[in-house]
């Protein structure tokens, strides 16, 4: 699985959106009532540990280049991590992540008022259907914090996939990686001070398995996207859903509704039709050489989480 044929491309992404589902698993795993504050500390201090063996990629002669963005983007990025434990934590892991999924609809939303981008008819309709979408899911009768906090989740990975743009472009996407976890330290460690809950292994272990298989998608998704472009193969990231969907039936026992699964078409079909849409418009086959800047569906794991 190379990644340089459509088929593997697809192949790794199918992959990779399974493990970023058993990353979302660790997550809903963890004891009710568990320190949140040290769950994203733990989780973000071993992700760094994780990227030290790649650090022969970062351009040390310009180490904090794009420093006041990648600050930004780093506690942004914590914020989305409390949100989301709390969002996996209280919602069932098929509706937490078809919330996650209005981040794509937040992206076109977003570029609007700060790129001054144009809306396509479809991509109004995309997003008028996305959150009608969401409502559908979430339901006013079932709308409490953790619906909040899933959508606040979606909501900064959206920032964070807009602000891609503004950081330098010579950089790598370990070098962001990088940046963004070492920014985050400070501000969560102090959090994790704050909160000051008693240290255990068994968080250690939720903390570390989530950030493997985090990094373990993030690899998937830089191979599918490095020689194939993302057109024609982003469709393959809305399987997350379908493993959300089997995963929180088999292990949790969570049978979605028949509201949940028209709100989760009425959300992913208008992104999958922007994306047949793109890809009659692009070659078959093309290098992609910024995967970063493709706002697929498991939008913003690859920079965010």
């Known amino acids: 699985m190379s990644g340089k044929t459509v088929n593997s491309a697809i192949l790794l992404l199918i992959i990779g959106n399974a493990m970023a589902l058993i990353s979302d698993v660790f997550i809903k795993l963890l004891e009710p009532g568990a320190p949140v504050f040290q769950f994203a500390f733990l989780r973000c201090l071993i992700t760094l540990g994780f990227l030290l063996p790649l650090a022969g990629q970062l351009d040390r002669k310009n180490l904090f280049a794009g420093l006041k963005i990648h600050t930004a983007r780093a506690h942004i990025h914590l914020a989305g991590i409390l949100c989301m434990v709390i969002a996996l934590g209280n919602l069932p892991l098929a509706t937490a992540n078809a919330v996650f999924y209005a981040a794509p609809i937040l992206v076109m939303v977003l570029s609007v008022f700060l790129f001054r981008e144009k809306l396509t008819p479809l991509s109004v309709t995309a997003v008028f259907s ?22 606040a989740s979606a909501f900064t990975l959206a920032i964070n996939a807009v602000l891609v743009r ?3 472009k ?13 920014l985050i330290l400070p501000a969560a460690g102090a959090l994790a001070w ?38 024609q193969v982003t469709s393959a990231e809305y399987t997350g859903l379908i493993w959300a969907v089997g ?8 049978v979605p509704d028949l509201w949940f699964l028209a709100g989760s078409l009425m959300i992913v079909m208008p992104l999958l039709l922007i994306g047949l849409q ?4 692009s070659p078959p ?18 920079l965010s989480s």
């Open 278 to 281: 793109q890809r009659r418009k």
């Open 194 to 231: 704050w909160e000051g809950a008693p240290w255990n292994s068994g968080m250690l272990v939720s903390a570390m398995g989530s950030s493997l298989f985090i990094l373990g998608y993030n690899i998937t998704v830089l191979l599918a996207y490095r020689q194939v472009a993302a057109n």
């Open 285 to 302: 086959r093309g290098f992609n050489p910024a995967p970063e800047a493709s706002y697929s569906g498991s939008l913003g794991k690859t």
């Open 166 to 168: 503004k950081l330098p």
């Open 170 to 182: 010579q950089q790598t996407t370990v070098h962001k990686l990088f940046l963004n976890y070492l």
């Open 130 to 151: 996305g959150f009608a979408g969401i409502i559908l899911i979430l339901r006013p009768v079932e709308f409490n914090w953790a619906a909040v906090a899933a959508l």
């Open 247 to 254: 995963i929180g039936w088999i292990w949790f026992g969570e």
